[in-house]
């Protein structure tokens, strides 16, 4: 699997942000924290990527009345609401390790009447007994594992046979932009290294066809999902350019700076860098990637 740059596990994990993650998880590398941390700024993040990537990421998803989902990672429930606008009739239970995130999400989404059960759970231990649901949905969770398959091998037990499950994970090596700047691409590489400290993977996305094939999914298909920014769609340089992907970036930069990664000062060109693709003469792309399996 691909993972982040040569060196980076040696990195201190300075001003870590965000719970531990849980212990004994026998995987490659226990994290040392969640690289995008649980402050408000980052709820209102994932609420706005969500919302800007809705209909690229979820279309060609929606539950059928009555079967069971589980949501693995689910946050503050930002994926959950688009995940009850196509499937109103599906009972959903999301799991998250983050109790503020559970009470926020079911705080939020207690208006839409939905069959929801939120529960406290690391993705890598379920506490569900084997074949329980009929579909399991995980977005930007694998990322952050630093054993991606045992949450992979969880999802499968969980799941009935002919159940399926769909995986959405970014991979910001798919990052590229117009001007260029090298100091937006160093910060970039940042981002990918103190995940890679945690013991997660931002270079994941890439790498998602061959994780369900070894945790033993079948009829796996992966969809990229390009999101393309440029003054003929205006309305994504402020929703994806500033708000999704600069300020991912930026929710980094104290961490980088204190890990002596990069100086303030170019910290802060790379950030007005980043900004300046999101006007007139800038392009911003960026690649997600979509997996759906069958348990065989
Ligand atoms: C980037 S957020 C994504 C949240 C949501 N899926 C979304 O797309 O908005 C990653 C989430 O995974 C959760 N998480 C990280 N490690 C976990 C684990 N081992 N078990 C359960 N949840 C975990 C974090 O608490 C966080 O809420």
Do not use: N
């Given at each position: 699997m691909t993972r982040g740059p040569e060196g980076a596990a040696a990195l201190p994990s300075a001003g870590g942000t965000g719970a531990s993650g849980p212990g004994?998880?026998?995987?490659r590398r226990e994290a040392?924290?969640?690289?995008?941390?649980?402050t408000a700024h980052e709820a209102r993040r994932l609420d706005d990527q969500a919302q800007t990537l809705a209909g690229l990421l979820h279309a060609g998803t929606a539950y059928p009345d009555g079967s069971r989902v589980l949501e693995i990672g689910c946050g503050v429930g930002a994926q959950t609401r688009h995940l009850v606008a196509a499937g109103p009739g599906a009972r959903y239970v999301c799991v998250d390790r983050s109790p503020e995130s559970l009470e926020t999400a079911r705080r939020r989404l207690a208006?839409?009447?939905?069959?929801l059960t939120w529960q406290c759970a690391d993705a890598r231990q379920l506490p569900y007994e084997e074949g329980e649901f009929d579909h399991a949905f995980v977005c930007f969770l694998l990322e952050h594992l630093p054993d991606p398959e045992r949450a992979l091998a969880e999802a499968r037990r969980v799941l009935r046979p002919g159940g399926t499950l769909t995986v959405i994970e970014g991979d910001h090596g798919s990052a590229f932009h117009h001007p260029p700047s090298r100091y937006a691409q160093r910060a970039i590489d940042c981002l990918v290294r103190l995940q890679a400290v945690d013991g997660g993977d931002g270079l994941i996305g890439r790498a998602l066809r061959p994780l369900l094939a070894r945790a033993g999914f079948a009829d796996i298909e992966v969809a990229p999902r390009t999101v393309y920014v440029d003054a003929g769609r205006?309305?994504?340089?402020?929703?994806?350019?500033?708000?999704t992907f600069t300020a991912m970036i930026e929710g980094v930069g104290d961490r980088a700076v204190a890990a002596g990664l990069m100086s303030r000062a170019d910290w802060e060109r790379a950030v007005a860098d980043l900004l300046r693709?999101?006007?007139?003469d800038g392009t911003f792309h960026y690649t997600f990637f979509k997996a759906v399996a069958r348990r065989p």
């Amino acid at each position: 699997m691909t993972r982040g740059p040569e060196g980076a596990a040696a990195l201190p994990s300075a001003g870590g942000t965000g719970a531990s993650g849980p212990g004994g998880s026998g995987g490659r590398r226990e994290a040392a924290g969640y690289v995008h941390g649980y402050t408000a700024h980052e709820a209102r993040r994932l609420d706005d990527q969500a919302q800007t990537l809705a209909g690229l990421l979820h279309a060609g998803t929606a539950y059928p009345d009555g079967s069971r989902v589980l949501e693995i990672g689910c946050g503050v429930g930002a994926q959950t609401r688009h995940l009850v606008a196509a499937g109103p009739g599906a009972r959903y239970v999301c799991v998250d390790r983050s109790p503020e995130s559970l009470e926020t999400a079911r705080r939020r989404l207690a208006p839409s009447g939905a069959d929801l059960t939120w529960q406290c759970a690391d993705a890598r231990q379920l506490p569900y007994e084997e074949g329980e649901f009929d579909h399991a949905f995980v977005c930007f969770l694998l990322e952050h594992l630093p054993d991606p398959e045992r949450a992979l091998a969880e999802a499968r037990r969980v799941l009935r046979p002919g159940g399926t499950l769909t995986v959405i994970e970014g991979d910001h090596g798919s990052a590229f932009h117009h001007p260029p700047s090298r100091y937006a691409q160093r910060a970039i590489d940042c981002l990918v290294r103190l995940q890679a400290v945690d013991g997660g993977d931002g270079l994941i996305g890439r790498a998602l066809r061959p994780l369900l094939a070894r945790a033993g999914f079948a009829d796996i298909e992966v969809a990229p999902r390009t999101v393309y920014v440029d003054a003929g769609r205006p309305h994504l340089f402020d929703s994806f350019t500033r708000q999704t992907f600069t300020a991912m970036i930026e929710g980094v930069g104290d961490r980088a700076v204190a890990a002596g990664l990069m100086s303030r000062a170019d910290w802060e060109r790379a950030v007005a860098d980043l900004l300046r693709t999101a006007g007139p003469d800038g392009t911003f792309h960026y690649t997600f990637f979509k997996a759906v399996a069958r348990r065989p």
